[in-house]
């Protein structure tokens, strides 16, 4: 029989509940991050390079390689593979360095 690994760990968590990606609910579990809620609602990529546009998402998940940068609750360049969801986050796609409002 397969375990979960939070059965493994013997782990209780709370109740799921949702974020947002752009105009997507993405449900999420306490604990998660943001890159792990948004892979196991099948998005892999949510964010494009700034030379070419190519597709970026959670690569190294420990927060050093950057490719998971994302606008998260307004606020660019969040790790998303460090950063824990909470209920009502707003993810959205971030554009180039995500500071073009700063001109």
């Known amino acids: 029989m397969a375990r979960t690994p939070a059965e493994l760990v013997g782990t209780r968590t709370g109740p799921s ?3 947002t990606f ?9 604990g998660q991050s943001v890159a792990a809620a948004l892979w196991a609602a099948g998005i892999l990529a949510w964010r494009t390079t ?12 420990i927060g050093q ?7 998260i609750n ?5 790790r ?9 986050d707003a993810v959205v796609t ?8 700063l001109g």
């Open 50 to 61: 700034r030379t070419t546009g190519r597709p970026r998402g959670a690569f190294c998940g």
């Open 65 to 71: 390689c950057y490719d998971c940068l994302a606008t």
């Open 17 to 19: 509940f949702e974020i």
């Open 22 to 30: 752009g105009d997507r609910t993405v449900p999420a579990r306490p």
């Open 74 to 78: 307004g606020q660019p360049n969040r």
């Open 80 to 88: 998303a593979c460090l950063v824990p969801a909470h209920p009502g």
């Open 94 to 101: 971030q554009e180039g360095h995500g500071h073009a409002s």
